[in-house]
């Protein structure tokens, strides 16, 4: 993606710590095309799902049908069945129908009807979402926001990228020839390299007391969960995996903590500026990092 390795790279690195992706930014920026091409460039299954206020929880899980001749219930897998899955303007669709992806999300399984289903290995959700449209839209709440590892900004691009993107363009569409580069087995070969990269002790009360400021700041109406503590420090191994090291430094934490934990606190509408942005609990988390001292 034209100048923007630094967003490619957490998307990577979400990926390699068995996380889901949350792509924010305003329309046409290229979310949905940064989340399929990822999707494409790996030797997985794909699905995209088309987030709309009519979407039912069994348009995405699937459904129980009863098959007359052989007197049993079948279940017909949805297209949360999948190594890769899209999840187009998540936000567009109602609470009830985001609830289903929550414990997909979290353990990689859902249950319907009694019974559990286990989803595909590697499993990972990238979705995409504008924040400044509300017509039409449903915001997730922390409880969904929580499941994702990272919160991204696409941004726009610099003048120079641009230009080539506009050279580049051709009359035919958009649609960029990807061939897939890793296979499923071989990402989820990755992800076990990623989970041994060391996290000494000292790194982990950097994160442990990261955490505290946010939980007990008066900036802070929630802080970051032990879910978020977590996931902290996977992003972390990932990142210092991706820069070829098999340890973590508190450089590392601080590249991933805005993405990783931002969106998971609520700042007090004390510190509020502007309640209409999510901008907000990045500078406060920018501020955090700047109080917190660095292990040394």
């Known amino acids: 993606m034209r100048g923007k390795s ?3 790279d957490m998307c990577l690195v979400a990926l390699l710590g068995r996380g889901h992706v949350l792509l924010e930014d305003v329309p046409g920026v290229g979310k949905t095309t940064l989340a399929s091409l990822i999707a494409r460039s790996i030797q997985c299954s794909f699905q995209r799902i088309q987030f709309t206020s009519d979407l039912l929880p069994s348009d995405i899980l699937g459904v129980t049908i009863y098959d007359a001749e052989k007197k049993v219930f079948d279940f017909h897998q949805g297209p949360l069945f999948a190594n890769v899955v899209l999840a187009d303007e998540i ?10 992806l929550l ?3 979290n353990s990689g399984r859902v249950s ?8 595909p290995a590697p499993f990972i959700v990238i979705a995409t979402q504008n924040p400044i449209e509300f017509h039409g839209t449903f ?3 922390k409880s969904q926001m929580d499941r994702f590892m990272v919160r991204l900004r ?16 051709k009359l035919t569409g958009s649609d960029h020839p990807v061939e897939a580069v890793i296979t499923g087995g071989e990402v989820g070969k990755l992800q076990d390299l990623a989970a041994a990269v060391t996290v000494d002790d000292d790194i982990l009360e950097y994160i442990t007391r990261l955490a505290e400021a946010t939980r007990t700041g008066s900036e802070f109406e929630l802080g970051i969960s032990t879910r978020g503590t977590l996931a902290l420090r996977r992003c972390a191994q990932g990142y210092a995996m991706l820069n070829g090291r098999n340890f973590v430094t508190p450089d590392d934490v ?6 990783t934990i931002a969106h998971r606190v609520v700042v007090a509408r004390t510190f509020e500026s502007n309640g209409l942005s999510s901008s907000e609990d990045e500078a406060a988390i920018a501020r955090v990092l700047e109080s917190v001292p660095v292990p040394v």
């Open 139 to 141: 915001p997730l709440p």
């Open 103 to 105: 414990e997909a999300m």
């Open 91 to 100: 936000n567009r669709t109602t609470p009830k129908t985001q609830s289903a």
């Open 154 to 169: 696409v941004g726009y691009p610099a003048r120079e990228a641009e230009m080539q993107i506009l050279r580049e363009q």
């Open 6 to 8: 630094d967003v490619v």
């Open 254 to 259: 601080k590249k991933v903590a805005i993405q």
């Open 112 to 119: 319907i009807d009694r019974q559990s289903h286990v989803l």
